[in-house]
């Protein structure tokens, strides 16, 4: 079985710049494993921010942006308000089945 | 816009069958680019996809291999709605259970839309 890995956790100072990672087993994570971000807050459903790697969504703010970073899915923060503090997960589609990451929970202190 | 709005009960015992549904709004089930999807999410498990369904041309179906003998997922095209059976379940599938929706366009994939959630509880 095929596990998604993310940094449990990251510290990033308020308006500060931060790189979360999401990572394959099976190897490398190209364009082809569709990596979608969610952010969630304590109590609420997931809320997608990207898909296909770098594609935002409508709501997604300019400050999240996503790309293929050193044979994993990155997601990364410019410019992080307070409101960031949340866990984001990455989502990678397999052909068959969708595969979620263990999650990263950001602080911003 | 799309919504879907999830419905089942909160509460179920050891060795039944858990069964949740979830209604659509602002598309179809029958879709031919959406899929959809069932997840849940616990302490021990974190977010972990369980299975989806979708129409192209026919129906198809696709579980994740740590539920596949106990799940099935089905689409209602009269009430615009899916849902989720869970057999035989155990205080482990405790978890927040979502619906959500993929849609495949345009050669991209998204995970849109979410439900709000049902917290179900597995008694012993």
């Known amino acids: 079985q095929t596990v998604v890995t993310q940094e449990p956790s990251l510290t990033v100072s308020p308006g500060g710049t931060v790189t979360l990672t999401c990572a394959s087993s099976s190897g490398t994570v190209t364009s082809g494993f569709h990596p979608n971000w969610f952010q969630q807050k304590p109590g609420q459903a997931p809320r997608a921010l990207i898909y296909?790697?770098?594609n935002k969504h409508s709501w997604t703010p300019a400050r999240f942006s996503g790309s293929l970073l050193g044979g994993k899915a990155a997601l990364t923060l410019s410019g992080v308000q307070p409101e960031d503090e949340a866990d984001y997960y990455c989502?990678?589609?397999?052909?068959?089945?969708?595969?979620f990451g263990g999650g990263t929970k950001l602080t911003v202190l | 816009q799309v919504q879907l709005q999830q419905s089942g009960p909160g509460l179920v015992k050891s060795s039944q069958t858990l069964s949740l549904t979830c209604d659509i709004s602002?598309?179809?089930?029958?879709?031919?680019?959406?899929?959809w999807n069932w997840i849940r999410q616990s302490p021990s498990r974190g977010l972990e996809w369980l299975g989806r369904?979708?129409?192209?041309?026919?129906?198809?179906?696709e579980y994740a291999a740590s539920v596949n003998s106990r799940i099935t997922i089905n689409a209602d095209t009269s009430r615009n709605q899916f849902s989720l059976q869970l057999k035989s379940v155990t205080p482990e599938d405790t978890a927040v259970y979502y619906c959500a929706r993929d849609d495949y366009s345009a050669r991209v994939y998204r995970m849109d839309v979410w439900g709000e959630g049902t917290t179900v509880t597995v008694s012993s």
């Open positions: 989502l990678l589609y397999f052909g068959v089945s969708w595969v």
């Open positions: 369904t979708y129409y192209r041309s026919r129906w198809y179906y």
């Open positions: 296909s790697t770098s």
């Open positions: 602002g598309d179809s089930v029958s879709s031919n680019s959406a899929a």
